[in-house]
Structure formats: structure tokens, C-alpha cells
């Protein structure tokens, strides 16, 4: 019999599975839930982007691209940034197409850390960080960011965790899970502190367009930082298009060479429909893009109203798609309180502290869901807070 407890890698081991898949596997099994827990759109990809994916299948593309990825999608998608950020990126040797920002994630950490590096990860923040840079040898310093400061990372905070093993920063604005958008002005401070630091910038764009209020501002844009970026971005939430598994990366032709090596080896290349797909989807997507994004904002309104008429303070997103209100005044911990409310009110949430120890006492609700099913679940959540215990009610009434 072989003994995998003592063959299986140590560091693998020590890795919590995602928290947010452990408690969908329980939501998977009950019946009549109102789910606000999965971060994807609930829309379909729009039409003329599938048809662009099968009318290519038509044609016969069902090969290897290049490593890199088509030529063609990463002239394009250095044309969209220069268009709407003016950083400009030479497709042939700055941008690497990748599965996913998941696995650019990967790449990226991969490609620069060695063992013992530190890496700055301000949270509450998207579950892959804290995991990847340890599977890439690296040590995760969180930076936790707090509700009175709109969960916006500061330089200074970010300065006080620097030590002489500090080599990169991860930016993830508009973040999830807690909708918070960052100002140009205050990633310009963190851009003071960057460079007197040497750092590398990891920055996670994929909310760009799900900007609801002011203008995105790209990381690598700012004077002096796009050479020791490295952007990404994707596919899976602007153009509803998570299954088909697309993102890149773009940054300084040294550090994409060293993420196209581990990338050649691994994945070889993106698939080639899903490339297609996403050329359309730059292409001529705007529009739906546009539409998906105000209904978004719709409904952001709605869940913020509904949020605070029935007393679950919550800070306003301002961008992806996801509340982060508080649950602190009832006395329940983010898990129990994500428990009882899937148990007793049949509606999914995800319980903040997988998003980071300081998620903890805030659920993440995604309104990337229908306006009858957000109605219904703010109806049964204000339900479910009434019947708690009334101590909890009198606390919750005067906070
Ligand atoms: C901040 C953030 N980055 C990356 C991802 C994963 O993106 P992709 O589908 O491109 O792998 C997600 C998915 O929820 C996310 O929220």
C-alpha cells in the first residue's frame, strides 16, 4: 500500500481548498435557494461572440496557436489598452494570452519568486493570491484594508509591511469581493512607494469596465510603473465569457518571455476558439458590454438600497460586481451567519473571511444575479434578521 499522507507535497497540504467551492459544494445539493454567492455574470456571451467561436470552428481553427497566443488578439488587445489607458505594448513580445487571469496569476508569481520572497497582498481580496504565491515558494503578507477607509489600500500601509525580502505588490482594483475602486491620486502615492522599494506590481484589472463611478485608472499607466507591472486582464466578467477561459498578460518583454516559458510548458497555448472568440469580443463588443454593465449598475443600486432599508450596513461598491455588507452587530461569525442564512432563509452568500482574516465579520453578496432574484433574496435576508434573537435586533437597531 502506498502512503500518499507521506508522499504528497508538504506545501500543497498546508493549502486551504477555496471557500467559496467548499460551501457551493453544500449550496449544490439543496433545493429552492436564491443564490447571491457565484462571481459570474449570470448572462450568456453574447451572440455574435459565440458565433465568431463556431463560425472559426467552421473554418477548420482547431490547432495550436502560438505560444504566445494569435497575433492578431494581441495586436488587438494592445490597441484597447493604448486606446483607453495610453500604455502602449508591443503585441509581439509585451503580451502573453493566457487561460484565464488565473493562470496569468500563476505565471506571473511563478516567474519571479524565488524562495522566501515576500509578496504584499492587500485584503479582503480574490481567493487565488495568498495560494498562488505560496505554490510559487513565496510568503503572503496580507495588508489589510478596513470599511472606513472604502477598503482602499494605502501607500503607508503598504509601506509599514515592507521588509528586505518584500519583491512584489498584487493590486486588484475594482477588488473583490468588496467592490471598493481606487482613485488615480492614491495609486500614484503607492506608485511614490513602489519605486523608492524596487518593487514588482502584480495588478488584476479584470473589473475594469465594471467601473460604475469616475474612470478606471490602469496601474502601468502611471508615470514610471509600467515597466515594473505586470497587467492583467480578461475575458470572464466584461463580456460574460468565465467558461471560455481567457486573459493575458502584458509587461516588460523580459518578465513575459520568463511567463511564456513556464506557460509553453504547461499550457502550450491558450485554446484557439476561445482566442477567437475574444478577438470578436474586442472587436465588436463594446456595445453589450455596455448594456451588461449599466443592468449591473442597476441593480448594484437596488441591492445597496434593499441592503440598508433592511439594516445590513453596507459600504458602496463602486465597482466589479459584489456587496460587502457588514454582519458584525449580529453576533455571528461570516461562516455561521453564511450557514444559518443558507439553512434557514435559502440564500447563498459567501462568507467574508475567505477572502482574507480581515473579510471576517462582512458576507459577500454578487448582484450579478437577476433583479427577482436580488428582490427575493433581500426579502428573505431582512427576514431572516428579524428573527434572530431580539438582544441581536436591539444591538443591530442602535449600530
Ligand atoms: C479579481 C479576480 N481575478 C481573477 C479572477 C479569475 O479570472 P479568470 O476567469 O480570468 O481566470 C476572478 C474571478 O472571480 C477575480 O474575481
Same mark, same amino acid.
Given at each position: 500500500?502506498?502512503?500518499?499522507?507521506?508522499?504528497?507535497?508538504?506545501?500543497?497540504?498546508?493549502?486551504?481548498?477555496?471557500?467559496?467551492?467548499?460551501?457551493?459544494?453544500?449550496?449544490?445539493?439543496?433545493?429552492?435557494?436564491?443564490?447571491?454567492?457565484?462571481?459570474?455574470?449570470?448572462?450568456?456571451?453574447?451572440?455574435?461572440?459565440?458565433?465568431?467561436?463556431?463560425?472559426?470552428?467552421?473554418?477548420?481553427?482547431?490547432?495550436?496557436?502560438?505560444?504566445?497566443?494569435?497575433?492578431?488578439?494581441?495586436?488587438?488587445?494592445?490597441?484597447?489598452?493604448?486606446?483607453?489607458?495610453?500604455?502602449?505594448?508591443?503585441?509581439?513580445?509585451?503580451?502573453?494570452?493566457?487561460?484565464?487571469?488565473?493562470?496569468?496569476?500563476?505565471?506571473?508569481?511563478?516567474?519571479?519568486?524565488?524562495?522566501?520572497?515576500?509578496?504584499?497582498?492587500?485584503?479582503?481580496?480574490?481567493?487565488?493570491?495568498?495560494?498562488?504565491?505560496?505554490?510559487?515558494?513565496?510568503?503572503?503578507?496580507?495588508?489589510?484594508?478596513?470599511?472606513?477607509?472604502?477598503?482602499?489600500?494605502?501607500?503607508?500601509?503598504?509601506?509599514?509591511?515592507?521588509?528586505? @525580502?518584500?519583491?512584489? !505588490?498584487?493590486?486588484?482594483? %475594482?477588488?473583490?469581493?468588496?467592490? /471598493?475602486?481606487? =482613485?488615480? *491620486?492614491?495609486?500614484?502615492?503607492?506608485?511614490?512607494?513602489?519605486?523608492?522599494?524596487?518593487?514588482?506590481?502584480?495588478?488584476?484589472?479584470?473589473?475594469?469596465?465594471?467601473?460604475?463611478?469616475?474612470?478606471?485608472?490602469?496601474?502601468?499607466?502611471?508615470?514610471?510603473?509600467?515597466?515594473?507591472?505586470?497587467?492583467?486582464?480578461?475575458?470572464?466578467?466584461?463580456?460574460?465569457?468565465?467558461?471560455?477561459?481567457?486573459?493575458?498578460?502584458?509587461?516588460?518583454?523580459?518578465?513575459?518571455?520568463?511567463?511564456?516559458?513556464?506557460?509553453?510548458?504547461?499550457?502550450?497555448?491558450?485554446?484557439?476558439?476561445?482566442?477567437?472568440?475574444?478577438?470578436?469580443?474586442?472587436?465588436?463588443?463594446?456595445?453589450?458590454?455596455?448594456?451588461?454593465?449599466?443592468?449591473?449598475?442597476?441593480?448594484?443600486?437596488?441591492?445597496?438600497?434593499?441592503? @440598508?432599508?433592511?439594516? !445590513?450596513?453596507?459600504?458602496? %461598491?463602486?465597482?466589479?460586481?459584489? /456587496?460587502?455588507? =457588514?454582519? *458584525?452587530?449580529?453576533?455571528?461569525?461570516?461562516?455561521?451567519?453564511?450557514?444559518?442564512?443558507?439553512?434557514?432563509?435559502?440564500?447563498?452568500?459567501?462568507?467574508?473571511?475567505?477572502?482574507?482574516?480581515?473579510?471576517?465579520?462582512?458576507?459577500?453578496?454578487?448582484?450579478?444575479?437577476?433583479?427577482?432574484?436580488?428582490?427575493?433574496?433581500?426579502?428573505?435576508?431582512?427576514?431572516?434578521?428579524?428573527?434572530?434573537?431580539?438582544?441581536?435586533?436591539?444591538?443591530?437597531?442602535?449600530?
Amino acid at each position: 500500500m502506498i502512503n500518499w499522507t507521506a508522499k504528497l507535497s508538504p506545501t500543497v497540504k498546508n493549502i486551504p481548498p477555496s471557500g467559496i467551492r467548499r460551501f457551493f459544494d453544500l449550496v449544490s445539493e439543496m433545493k429552492g435557494i436564491v443564490s447571491l454567492g457565484v462571481g459570474e455574470p449570470d448572462f450568456v456571451t453574447p451572440w455574435h461572440i459565440r458565433e465568431a467561436s463556431i463560425y472559426s470552428l467552421e473554418k477548420g481553427y482547431t490547432m495550436y496557436t502560438s505560444n504566445w497566443g494569435l497575433l492578431e488578439l494581441r495586436e488587438e488587445i494592445a490597441r484597447y489598452l493604448n486606446n483607453t489607458y495610453r500604455v502602449k505594448y508591443e503585441p509581439r513580445t509585451d503580451i502573453l494570452v493566457t487561460v484565464g487571469v488565473s493562470e496569468a496569476m500563476d505565471l506571473a508569481l511563478r516567474a519571479v519568486l524565488v524562495p522566501g520572497d515576500e509578496v504584499l497582498i492587500p485584503e479582503p481580496c480574490y481567493v487565488s493570491y495568498s495560494p498562488c504565491t505560496s505554490l510559487a515558494g513565496g510568503i503572503p503578507v496580507s495588508v489589510p484594508t478596513t470599511m472606513e477607509n472604502g477598503f482602499r489600500v494605502k501607500a503607508s500601509e503598504i509601506e509599514e509591511k515592507i521588509t528586505p @525580502r518584500t519583491k512584489a !505588490l498584487i493590486l486588484s482594483y %475594482p477588488n473583490n469581493p468588496t467592490g /471598493a475602486t481606487i =482613485s488615480g *491620486e492614491e495609486l500614484m502615492e503607492i506608485a511614490k512607494v513602489v519605486k523608492k522599494h524596487d518593487l514588482i506590481v502584480i495588478s488584476d484589472e479584470i473589473y475594469d469596465h465594471l467601473t460604475y463611478e469616475g474612470k478606471h485608472t490602469c496601474f502601468a499607466a502611471l508615470p514610471a510603473m509600467k515597466n515594473r507591472t505586470v497587467l492583467l486582464n480578461g475575458f470572464s466578467k466584461a463580456y460574460a465569457m468565465t467558461g471560455w477561459r481567457l486573459g493575458y498578460a502584458c509587461g516588460h518583454p523580459e518578465v513575459i518571455s520568463h511567463m511564456t516559458k513556464i506557460h509553453q510548458y504547461t499550457m502550450l497555448c491558450a485554446p484557439v476558439m476561445a482566442q477567437m472568440a475574444a478577438l470578436e469580443a474586442l472587436q465588436n463588443g463594446a456595445e453589450e458590454m455596455s448594456r451588461m454593465v449599466a443592468e449591473y449598475d442597476r441593480r448594484r443600486r437596488l441591492v445597496l438600497k434593499g441592503f @440598508r432599508e433592511i439594516g !445590513l450596513p453596507c459600504f458602496e %461598491p463602486k465597482g466589479a460586481f459584489y /456587496a460587502f455588507p =457588514s454582519i *458584525e452587530h449580529t453576533g455571528l461569525s461570516s461562516d455561521e451567519f453564511a450557514e444559518r442564512l443558507l439553512m434557514e432563509a435559502k440564500v447563498a452568500v459567501v462568507p467574508g473571511n475567505v477572502f482574507g482574516a480581515n473579510g471576517e465579520g462582512h458576507v459577500r453578496c454578487s448582484y450579478a444575479a437577476s433583479v427577482e432574484s436580488i428582490t427575493e433574496a433581500i426579502e428573505r435576508i431582512g427576514r431572516f434578521l428579524k428573527q434572530l434573537p431580539t438582544d441581536i435586533q436591539e444591538t443591530a437597531a442602535n449600530g
